[in-house]
């Protein structure tokens, strides 16, 4: 069963546009929402996380925007570059002691911004 | 240079052969995990570890040993491997989140390749 759902699988956007990636979950005991960053032939990175205490995270071009009632979030990346062409992972954790190191990740964005 | 380093980058072995892929960092971290990345699977968890000699299932630990019996290092083993777990594999660590809602980021290492025929 797949906890954390990701749209879409691939997504390409004109240099200067607004890229938007959508997760869902059904997990009522996430407490974490991190969204990692990967370039080809390089480990995932954190690029910017929220907790459902706000609605929105802002973090220079990078937004993520929270749901909690519809249990959805979402990265919007403003004024795209063809330097933030990457795969970009959802991934949420619990807040249970010990599992709050437990990502469950979403299966990725492959997002392609053309000059 | 804070980092995590796994060892080696590439593989290709054959089915049933013993290998263990290593995991080290630098960075005095308390938690350790493994992830295997498949096309259209995204990252799932194999094992992870909250400190030295506390090892625990993740995801997908079918096929799978860890050891953690230092606190830099944490190898992944495959006793007898099988051609599905063909697959990009990384490490990660992070320092102890201290209490409840309190998130550490976890640090991936470069990832190993691994083929087996």
């Known amino acids: 069963q797949q906890q954390v759902k990701q749209s879409p699988q691939s997504l390409i956007v004109q240099k200067g546009g607004i890229s938007i990636i959508n997760c869902a979950y059904e997990?009522?005991?996430?407490?974490?929402f991190p969204w990692y960053q990967q370039f080809p032939g390089k480990g995932p990175a954190l690029l910017i996380a929220?907790?459902?205490?706000?609605s929105e995270k802002k973090e220079g071009r990078f937004t993520i925007s929270f749901n909690k009632s519809a249990k959805q979030f979402s990265l919007h990346i403003m004024d795209s570059q063809p330097g933030d062409s990457a795969t970009y992972f959802c991934?949420?954790?619990?807040?249970?002691?010990?599992?709050?190191?437990?990502?469950?990740f979403g299966k990725g964005t492959l997002l392609t911004v053309n000059p | 240079e804070a980092q995590v380093t796994q060892n080696p980058r590439y593989l290709i072995t054959v089915t049933g052969k013993k290998l263990t892929v290593t995991c080290s960092q630098n960075?005095?971290?308390?938690?350790m995990s493994w992830y295997r990345q498949d096309p259209g699977l995204g990252l799932r968890q194999i094992y992870y570890?909250?400190?030295?000699?506390?090892?625990d299932k993740g995801d997908v630990p079918e096929g799978y040993k860890v050891s953690r019996k230092e606190k830099r290092n944490f190898p992944l083993i495959l006793e007898s491997p099988s051609p599905n777990q063909t697959s990009l594999y990384f490490c990660?660590?992070?320092?102890?989140?201290?209490?409840?809602?309190?998130?550490?980021?976890?640090?991936f290492g470069p990832g190993t390749r691994l083929t087996v025929l």
């Open positions: 991934a949420a954790s619990p807040n249970s002691g010990g599992s709050n190191y437990k990502l469950t």
């Open positions: 990660a660590s992070s320092p102890w989140a201290s209490g409840t809602r309190s998130y550490n980021e976890q640090f």
């Open positions: 570890s909250m400190n030295v000699e506390v090892t």
């Open positions: 960075m005095n971290h308390e938690y």
């Open positions: 929220i907790r459902p205490d706000v």
């Open positions: 997990n009522t005991a996430f407490d974490y």
